[in-house]
């Protein structure tokens, strides 16, 4: 497991773009495979993306696709999803998490499912006003 950290949340406008980072410590970052969830409020939280170890392999929710990226930066111990064409909709806590990207991981019932990923970070706020 691994501790990991989200930034660059905040307050923007319909139509914006914003980078959300995930930082995490220790030796461990490469061999996980990452995801994006969030959630809003009085709602469940929902898959947005993940990436594989490596970071030659994603997959998108149907909500954001088209309209978010995710990447990894393995040096950096970091993953990334730059969010674009922002709507009201996509107000919420997000939160990044890892997994080891194991074979049984890589079917939709454990990457796209909390119950899939055993590490979990704090979340940052990202609001989009009309």
């Known amino acids: 497991q691994v501790q990991l950290v989200e930034s660059g949340g905040g307050l923007v406008q319909a139509g914006d773009s914003l980078r959300l980072s995930c930082a995490a410590s220790?030796?461990?970052?490469?061999?996980?495979?990452m995801g994006w969830f969030r959630q809003a409020p009085g709602k469940e939280r929902t898959f947005l993306a993940v990436?594989?170890?490596?970071?030659?392999?994603?997959v998108y929710a149907d909500s954001v696709k088209g309209r978010f990226t995710i990447s990894r930066d393995n040096a950096k111990n970091t993953v990334y999803l730059q969010m674009n064409s922002l709507k009201p909709e996509d107000t919420a806590v997000y939160y990044c998490?890892?997994?080891?990207?194991?074979?049984?991981?890589?079917?939709?019932?454990?990457?796209?499912?909390?119950?899939?990923?055993?590490?979990w970070g704090q979340g940052t706020q990202v609001t989009v006003s009309s």
């Open positions: 998490a890892g997994a080891p990207g194991t074979f049984t991981f890589w079917s939709r019932t454990y990457y796209a499912q909390d119950k899939g990923y055993d590490c």
């Open positions: 220790g030796r461990t970052f490469s061999t996980y495979a």
């Open positions: 990436i594989s170890q490596s970071g030659g392999n994603t």
